[in-house]
C-alpha cells in the first residue's frame, strides 16, 4: 500500500516535527507536508502541494497565527477543489465547544494536542485508519 500524503499544519515547530517523525515510522507511513498557519495551508494547495498532488488528509492545529484551524477549515469546506479532503482539527483545550462548532463546519474529528509518544502513534494511527 502506498503512503498517505498528510498536510499538517501547526505554529509549533516540535509539534510539526514529532508528526512528522511517528507518521513516518508507521506500517502505512504518512508523508507528512507542514505549513505554519492556515494562510499557508491554502496557498500550498492552491499550488497542488507544490506538484505532488493533494493530500489524503489535513490535520490542522486550531491556534496558529494569520488563519486559526476554524477559519481554514470554514475556507476548505467552501471550496469545490478541496471539500472533499478529510479534515482534523487539534488543540490543546480540545472543548466541546470547538468539537461542535469544527464537526458542523465539515471536520471529520477534533482531539486534544497529544503530549506523549503513544498519544502522538494513537492519533497518527486512527487518522490513517481513517483514510485508508
Same mark, same amino acid.
Do not use: W
Given at each position: 500500500? +502506498?503512503?498517505?500524503? #498528510? +498536510?499538517?499544519?501547526?505554529?509549533? @515547530?516540535?509539534?510539526?516535527?514529532?508528526?512528522?517523525?511517528?507518521?513516518?515510522?508507521? &506500517?502505512?507511513?504518512?508523508?507528512?507536508?507542514?505549513? =505554519?498557519?492556515?494562510? %499557508?495551508? #491554502?496557498?500550498?494547495? @492552491?499550488?497542488?502541494?507544490?506538484?505532488? !498532488?493533494? &493530500?489524503?488528509?489535513?490535520?490542522?492545529? /486550531?491556534?496558529?497565527?494569520?488563519?486559526?484551524?476554524? %477559519?481554514?477549515?470554514?475556507?476548505?469546506?467552501?471550496?469545490?477543489?478541496?471539500?472533499?479532503?478529510?479534515?482534523?482539527? $487539534?488543540?490543546? $483545550?480540545?472543548? %466541546?465547544?470547538?468539537?461542535?462548532?469544527?464537526? /458542523?463546519? !465539515?471536520?471529520? @474529528?477534533?482531539? /486534544?494536542? &497529544?503530549?506523549?509518544? =503513544?498519544? $502522538? /502513534? $494513537?492519533?497518527?494511527?486512527? #487518522? +490513517?485508519?481513517? #483514510? @485508508?
Amino acid at each position: 500500500m +502506498l503512503p498517505r500524503k #498528510i +498536510l499538517l499544519a501547526a505554529d509549533d @515547530s516540535d509539534d510539526r516535527e514529532l508528526f512528522r517523525l511517528y507518521a513516518a515510522a508507521r &506500517p502505512v507511513p504518512g508523508l507528512v507536508h507542514v505549513a =505554519e498557519n492556515g494562510a %499557508e495551508v #491554502i496557498e500550498l494547495l @492552491s499550488d497542488g502541494l507544490t506538484g505532488t !498532488g493533494l &493530500p489524503d488528509v489535513i490535520v490542522l492545529d /486550531q491556534n496558529m497565527p494569520r488563519k486559526n484551524g476554524i %477559519e481554514t477549515l470554514a475556507e476548505l469546506k467552501r471550496s469545490p477543489a478541496f471539500r472533499a479532503i478529510p479534515v482534523f482539527i $487539534y488543540s490543546t $483545550y480540545a472543548s %466541546e465547544a470547538l468539537r461542535v462548532q469544527c464537526l /458542523q463546519l !465539515g471536520a471529520l @474529528s477534533v482531539f /486534544q494536542k &497529544p503530549d506523549s509518544p =503513544e498519544a $502522538y /502513534q $494513537y492519533i497518527i494511527d486512527g #487518522i +490513517l485508519r481513517l #483514510i @485508508s
